[in-house]
């Protein structure tokens, strides 16, 4: 036999040899979904079923938090899942409908501020989205001490940030009026993300090498979040199954199995 038929064969053994996790993580996924189908009868759709499960009392919840706060061997082994995960999904990007599923940058519910004024010098910079019926109207507007409408513009389908910034007048303002413009109007971004990574040392929570926000509402509907997420586009095959795609998918079946042994 060959040397490289012995390495061909080498590396088909080896592929076998693997756990494919993708299917571990459905097999995982199917009690948790048969449970919350059942536990919220009234919710139709996945979406409302998590966003549920994110904000309110339950077990998987609860399950979630007590992992988060406890110190004991369970709650250390855990969080060391998701320091992985973490890490996995800092190498390997993976994308839900064009947005990356990352800790670093994610949308874990929807943003309640509709207004946000910043004065600057002599300016005031305004961006309100909550005028009364007429939810999807935003104004924003720079008016200065005196009076004087230095910038004024209204969208009518709706945040929408590329809008904003292609418009003619707001690119005839200066580098300083655009930055402080740009950063009140997202403010108030409708699904405006956060990061669930911490630099503050001394108020966090430890998870691997990682720190973590000292935040257990936030990061228990982080997690479950991209739990969704990742299970989204496995479902929808928007993920190449390869070994790189299969490590990322390895800590999130392990979550995920941890939780559902609440159920």
Same mark, same amino acid.
Request: hydrophobic share 35%; glycine share 4%.
């Given at each position: 036999?060959?040397?490289?038929?012995?390495?061909?064969?080498?590396?088909?053994?080896?592929?076998?040899?693997?756990?494919?996790?993708?299917?571990?993580?459905?097999?995982?996924?199917?009690?948790?979904?048969?449970?919350?189908?059942?536990?919220?009868?009234?919710?139709?759709?996945?979406?409302?079923?998590?966003?549920?499960?994110?904000?309110?009392?339950?077990?998987? !919840?609860? *399950?979630? $938090?007590?992992?988060? /706060?406890? &110190?004991? %061997?369970?709650?250390?082994? +855990?969080?060391?899942?998701?320091?992985?995960?973490?890490?996995?999904?800092?190498?390997?990007?993976?994308?839900?409908?064009?947005?990356?599923?990352?800790?670093?940058?994610?949308?874990?519910?929807?943003?309640?501020?509709?207004?946000?004024?910043?004065?600057?010098?002599?300016?005031?910079?305004?961006?309100?989205?909550?005028?009364?019926? !007429?939810? *999807?109207? $935003?104004?924003?507007? /720079?008016? &200065?001490? %005196?009076?004087?409408?230095? +910038?004024?513009?209204?969208?009518?389908?709706?945040?929408?940030?590329?809008?904003?910034?292609?418009?003619?007048?707001?690119?005839?303002?200066?580098?300083?009026?655009?930055?402080?413009?740009?950063?009140?109007?997202?403010?108030?971004?409708?699904?405006?993300?956060?990061?669930?990574?911490?630099?503050?040392?001394?108020?966090?929570?430890?998870?691997?090498?990682?720190?973590?926000?000292?935040?257990?509402?936030?990061?228990?509907?982080?997690?479950?979040?991209?739990?969704?997420?990742?299970?989204?586009?496995?479902?929808?095959?928007?993920?190449?199954?390869?070994?790189?795609?299969?490590?990322?998918?390895?800590?999130?079946?392990?979550?995920?199995?941890?939780?559902?042994?609440?159920?």
């Amino acid at each position: 036999m060959s040397t490289s038929l012995y390495t061909e064969n080498s590396e088909k053994w080896k592929n076998l040899a693997s756990i494919d996790y993708f299917t571990h993580f459905i097999k995982a996924w199917i009690p948790f979904n048969a449970w919350y189908k059942n536990f919220y009868p009234d919710l139709t759709t996945d979406r409302k079923a998590i966003d549920e499960i994110k904000s309110t009392s339950n077990k998987f !919840r609860n *399950k979630l $938090v007590s992992l988060l /706060i406890n &110190g004991d %061997n369970d709650g250390v082994a +855990f969080k060391s899942r998701i320091a992985e995960l973490h890490s996995e999904l800092e190498r390997k990007y993976i994308h839900n409908k064009g947005k990356r599923i990352t800790f670093e940058n994610i949308v874990i519910e929807n943003n309640t501020q509709k207004l946000s004024i910043f004065n600057y010098k002599s300016l005031s910079y305004k961006a309100d989205r909550g005028i009364a019926g !007429r939810p *999807k109207e $935003v104004q924003i507007s /720079i008016v &200065g001490s %005196n009076g004087a409408i230095k +910038f004024s513009y209204t969208q009518n389908d709706g945040f929408d940030l590329a809008d904003l910034l292609s418009n003619p007048s707001f690119t005839g303002l200066s580098q300083t009026q655009k930055s402080n413009l740009k950063n009140c109007y997202e403010d108030i971004n409708p699904t405006k993300p956060i990061t669930l990574l911490s630099h503050d040392v001394n108020n966090c929570i430890q998870m691997g090498n990682f720190h973590f926000v000292q935040d257990t509402d936030k990061l228990c509907k982080g997690i479950i979040e991209i739990i969704y997420n990742l299970r989204n586009v496995l479902f929808h095959g928007e993920i190449i199954p390869d070994s790189d795609t299969n490590k990322v998918y390895e800590p999130a079946y392990q979550i995920l199995h941890t939780l559902i042994q609440s159920l």
